[in-house]
């Protein structure tokens, strides 16, 4: 399960909070729900703290956002080093 809680937003970004697992039956709403920022214009700020897994389809998902546009705070070590590998174990 994944947990999207909208921690603060303003007229030019928005913080989320996310908790749980970005896996595959989840990513879709991860993506709805940044994208629909996204078109509102605002900076989205991703809080990955409490993230303790990511599969391949979550990975392809964070990955296809708009680096300058979204932005991962607080990612344990393990989220960060799939993203760079591109969820390839």
Do not use: H
């Not at 920022?37 to 990511?54: G, P």
């Amino acid at each position: 399960m994944l947990k999207i809680t909208t921690i603060q937003e303003s007229g030019k970004d928005v913080l989320l909070k996310l908790e749980g697992k970005i896996t595959a039956q989840w990513a879709a709403l991860l993506d709805g729900e940044c994208r629909s920022f996204l078109r509102q214009k605002k900076l989205v700020y991703l809080d990955c703290s409490q993230v303790d897994f990511i599969d391949q389809r979550g990975v392809e998902v964070v990955k296809n956002f708009p680096p300058a546009r979204v932005t991962l705070i607080s990612a344990p070590g393990f989220v960060t080093e799939l993203l760079q590998i591109g969820g390839q174990s």
